[in-house]
């Protein structure tokens, strides 16, 4: 799956904080009492409502591999609505393009 320039800059330009960042990514992703569908739902909300949108289409497409649906997706984004407010809508339009360009690769 392709991850964002900024991400591949990251990890091309500061290797060994990348390899920490990613150590301590998967151990948190171990400790955590989710499964990987629910977990990456949560992240997608928790991104849309930080409005982090540069790694939506990254985990959206993982969410997808676990078997999150077009719903459970949009679902997620807009869990965040009565925290945050409308600003979790503004991810909507990445997270629904990157949804259905995985199931448009996938029917390729």
Avoid at 18 to 27: P, V, Y
Avoid at 54 to 74: C, N, Q, W, Y
Avoid at 77 to 100: C, K
């Amino acid at each position: 799956m392709k991850v964002s320039k900024s991400y591949q800059l990251f990890e091309q330009e500061a290797p060994m904080v990348h390899k920490a960042w990613m150590e301590t990514a998967h151990a948190l992703e171990g400790a955590s009492a989710l499964d990987k569908k629910t977990q990456e739902l949560a992240y997608l909300a928790v991104m849309a409502a930080a409005r982090l949108d540069s790694g939506l289409p990254f985990h959206v497409k993982m969410a997808k591999s676990f078997g999150a649906t077009r719903d459970e997706v949009i679902s997620s984004i807009l869990v965040g609505l009565p925290a945050v407010g409308n600003v979790v809508i503004q991810s909507l339009p990445i997270v629904v393009a990157a949804y259905d360009e995985s199931t448009e690769q996938d029917n390729q």
